[in-house]
């Protein structure tokens, strides 16, 4: 069973010549997720949330605080979606597959093959990415870190990059694949709806990077983004924000 | 309750400057590599000096140091260089006033870019050694041959780098602009001219670098003075330090015009916003 | 007609907006054919030839030109004083500039692998490149004679020296331009170093790595006729030395032609296939989508 922990994570980007003031990315975000739970980290833009990703993904060093990504005991595989789909623009759609994969065998090319007909792409196996569409393109990336078959997936907004109706039937794909594996997801969002429709629990990020909520999403499987239940929670973590929001101004005007 | 700082402005700004100090000791990990690469530099110059080709063969770097020394400070210098770089700043000037022009006609007519550039891979596939020589046959030793060659050969090149810098002008900024009902003058004015600087820049730059090395190459052959005629005395009289050292005066010109005269010019023109890097990719 | 239209399309910009290019099927008008460029730029060529020629008695006539070739290609006699030679020559120049570019572009291409894949690499290794890209292939020239005397080390010295550079930096600098969201990819995937480098650098710099070809197939045949003229008994460099010395000035044109036409078979048939593989990946259609998929 995988377990991330994460304790008291800090991440401060020095002064740069572009921007010469120092960021605070992250302030201090502790959370512990364990076995099949599918949870949404939301927070607006520039709360942290691709920060906090990549430091859990292993790619980026924090200023201070502790990541741990276990899955019994060793450190777990992670497959990691990413915001733009970030494919090798020079190679095929299945030569992307097969570039992540490290475990090879004679089996490796039908396994890509099949997390490729699971996201229906079968058929453009052997094309550019640039022949396809944004949205199959990010399709591509989903099945891309299914392939290394994953104790924990990362996912960094996967659908922000790509026109409302494209995204909600990419959901519905996530959803399906999602329900078939179970694994450990921590999926990145500034958007309600689309937290509340996939996970079992929102953390809330505000800008500095904290989390200032959590809310539980008990809701029944498949979900749909018009049911009622899904649009009440929606209401309610739109709420928490705005009280959140003017906690803060209220904080910024006693200071 | 739900609003609270874990991390307090103390410890962030702790917590900043340790992110500084690795930052700042990336920054001169990587300074010292610079040092490490020139010590192993003149290192490797002194074993291939000492135990391979013999100090007759190959000056150890201080010898050739004292040389370049003596070659600045003895007279003469002044007059060699100002002959040289005198050429190459005519040189330089046809091949970007001709460029500028050339360019523009090929960014913006088809036919023109066809007939040049036929004409450009014929003159581009001529050895620039061969040129050197017919400069010789066609104008005998004298100042105008290094000058022209230098031209001619820049000028292909300049000219498809301004081409494209052209031709990278936003298309939007020019629909924009016609949607506004401006003239072509003021097209050409307001948004041509200013989106292309920083390739007149990078083509002016070019330009010199070509310029030299032709330059140089055509004092070899068909100059009676300048840098190249140095060049080549030394290499007949068997003086391979003087010939090192000359070399190493002109890499060191190259070093002066490409950080204090090209990246002024850019500095001035992009308000330090935008800073390039250093031209070895527009060297040919 | 409007402005815009005029500009032709960047590279970059028809790429972006994806759209197949379809050969429009109007016909072209005869004097934009290729044809008619073609003739037309070497008739601009050969009336200037024939005004030099005219105004500068050192300049040889074309005729001489033509008949000098086809005394030296056909192995004739040049009025009974020598004999034509223009395949050994050849064939040893040939040799000499194979095998220093099978050492300089493999080993141009390892720097420029490591300068451009590694910081560190690049710190250490960077300025050292820079001299040697800015040295003069003359310089180049002028110190192998000078060291290895007239046989052939010195020739295929000085095209490895001139090709390392030119790979080096043009590789380099390709992948420095790589996204770097591709190689936070890799991190995150673990990918290998060997597969990284393989599949990511390579593959991603590889147009810039044809350039770098490019560069020193053509700058390194540059050194090595310098050094033929200068420091060898052999080869074309030194045979088309021999005719300027001999003040046959149509035999050095001749010669001139002959490299010309050597750079642009070398073009046609290796350096022009290489590009075109290379970014093949950038000059497909996109798909067009009937199964039911929202672009
Ligand atoms: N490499 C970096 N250097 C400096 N600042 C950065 C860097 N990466 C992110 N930031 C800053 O950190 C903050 C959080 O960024 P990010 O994690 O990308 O936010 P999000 O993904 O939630 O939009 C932003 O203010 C951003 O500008
Ligand atoms: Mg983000």
């Given at each position: 069973m995988a377990t991330i922990l994460i304790e008291n994570l800090t991440k401060v980007y020095p002064p740069t010549p572009t921007y010469p003031q120092q960021v605070q990315a992250l302030g201090g975000v502790s959370m512990s997720v364990t076995g099949n739970v599918f949870v949404a980290v939301l927070g607006p833009s520039g709360s942290g949330k691709t920060t906090l990703l990549n430091i859990v993904a292993g790619v980026e060093e924090p200023t201070a605080g502790a990541v741990r990504v276990v899955q019994d005991g060793v450190p777990a595989q992670v497959g990691y979606v990413f915001q733009?789909?970030?494919?090798?623009?020079?190679?095929s759609v299945l030569d992307n597959m097969l570039y992540?994969?490290?475990?090879?065998?004679?089996r490796s090319k039908r396994e890509a093959e099949f997390y490729l007909s699971m996201v229906g792409l079968s058929d453009v196996?052997?094309?550019?990415?640039?022949?396809?569409?944004a949205g199959m393109q990010q399709r591509v990336g989903i099945a891309r870190a299914f392939l290394v078959n994953p104790d924990v997936l990362l996912m960094d907004?996967?659908?922000?990059?790509?026109d409302a109706l494209t995204g909600r039937s990419l959901r519905d794909y996530l959803q399906r694949i999602w329900a078939h594996t179970r694994k450990t997801a921590l999926f990145v969002t500034h958007d309600v709806g689309e937290a509340v429709e996939l996970a079992d629990r929102i953390l809330m990020l505000r800008p500095g990077g904290v989390v200032f909520d959590d809310i539980p999403v008990n809701l029944q499987r498949p979900r749909r983004p018009d049911d009622a239940a899904v649009r009440a929670v929606e209401t309610e973590v739109l709420r928490r924000f705005d009280s959140m929001e003017a906690a803060v101004r209220f904080g910024d005007q006693r200071n | 309750m739900a609003y609270d700082t874990s991390v307090t402005p103390d410890a962030v700004a702790d917590l900043s400057a340790r992110e500084m100090r690795r930052s700042v000791m990336s920054r001169w990990g990587l300074r010292a590599g610079v040092v490490i690469g020139w010590l192993a530099f003149i290192g490797v110059w002194y074993v291939f000096s000492g135990a391979v080709l013999g100090t007759q063969q190959l000056p150890p770097p201080h010898t050739v140091a004292a040389e370049a020394w003596q070659v600045v400070t003895g007279d003469g210098f002044g007059a060699t260089l100002w002959a040289s770089l005198l050429r190459v700043i005519v040189g330089c000037t046809l091949a970007l006033s001709a460029s500028i022009v050339l360019g523009m006609v090929i960014a913006y007519s088809a036919w023109w870019r066809g007939l040049l550039g036929v004409l450009t891979r014929f003159f581009v596939s001529i050895p620039t050694v061969a040129l050197a020589i017919l400069a010789l046959i066609l104008f005998g030793v004298s100042g105008l041959g290094p000058m022209l060659t230098a031209a001619l050969v820049a000028t292909p090149y300049v000219m498809s780098s301004v081409a494209q810098g052209l031709t990278g002008v936003d298309r939007r900024l020019i629909v924009m602009s016609e949607s506004f009902g401006r003239t072509r003058s003021q097209i050409i004015t307001g948004v041509l001219l200013p989106s292309s600087v920083l390739a007149v820049i990078g083509g002016a730059r070019q330009a010199f670098a070509l310029a030299w090395r032709i330059t140089l190459l055509t004092e070899v052959f068909?100059?009676?003075?300048?840098v190249g005629f140095q060049i080549r005395r030394s290499f007949e009289s068997y003086d391979v330090r003087g010939l090192l050292a000359w070399t190493a005066l002109f890499i060191g010109l190259m070093f002066i015009f490409e950080n204090f005269v090209f990246r002024q010019l850019e500095r001035r023109a992009f308000g330090g916003a935008h800073v390039s890097q250093a031209t070895a990719e527009s060297t040919q | 007609m409007s402005y815009a239209a005029d500009l032709p399309t960047a590279p970059e910009f028809s790429q972006a907006s994806g759209t197949p290019q379809s050969a429009p099927a109007q016909a072209v008008h005869w004097t934009r054919k290729p044809w008619f460029i073609n003739a037309l730029a070497v008739a601009i060529l050969l009336v200037v030839w024939q005004y030099l020629y005219s105004v500068n008695e050192r300049v040889p006539s074309i005729d001489e030109v033509v008949s000098f070739l086809g005394v030296e290609l056909g192995g004739g006699s040049h009025g009974g004083v020598s004999r034509g030679e223009f395949w050994g020559p050849l064939s040893i120049s040939l040799q000499r500039y194979v095998i220093g570019l099978a050492i300089g572009v493999p080993v141009g291409g390892l720097l420029g692998l490591l300068i451009g894949g590694s910081r560190r690499f690049r710190s250490v290794l960077n300025d050292t490149v820079l001299v040697l890209l800015v040295l003069p292939s003359v310089v180049w020239a002028f110190a192998a004679s000078l060291w290895f005397g007239i046989g052939s080390t010195a020739p295929v010295v000085a095209v490895v020296l001139t090709a390392v550079p030119f790979m080096a930096v043009n590789l380099s600098s390709g992948i420095r331009g790589l996204d770097p969201g591709l190689a936070l990819m890799s991190d995150a995937f673990r990918v290998p170093r060997l597969r990284r480098a393989t599949h990511l650098l390579v593959g991603g710099a590889l147009s810039n790595a044809v350039t770098g070809v490019r560069l020193a197939f053509m700058t390194s045949w540059n050194s090595l006729l310098i050094v033929e003229w200068?420091?060898?008994?052999?080869g074309v460099g030194w045979r088309a030395k021999h005719w300027y010395d001999a003040q046959r000035f149509e035999g050095f044109v001749a010669w001139i032609l002959l490299f010309v036409v050597f750079i642009t078979l070398l073009d046609w048939l290796v350096l022009r296939r290489l590009e075109h593989r290379s970014t093949r990946w950038q000059q497909q259609p996109t798909l067009t989508f009937a199964e039911g998929e929202v672009t």
């Open positions: 733009e789909p970030r494919l090798l623009p020079w190679r992540v994969q490290n475990r090879k065998s004679d196996a052997h094309l550019y990415p640039a022949q396809l569409s907004e996967p659908f922000s990059h790509m | 068909a100059s009676s003075d300048g | 200068f420091g060898t008994a052999s």
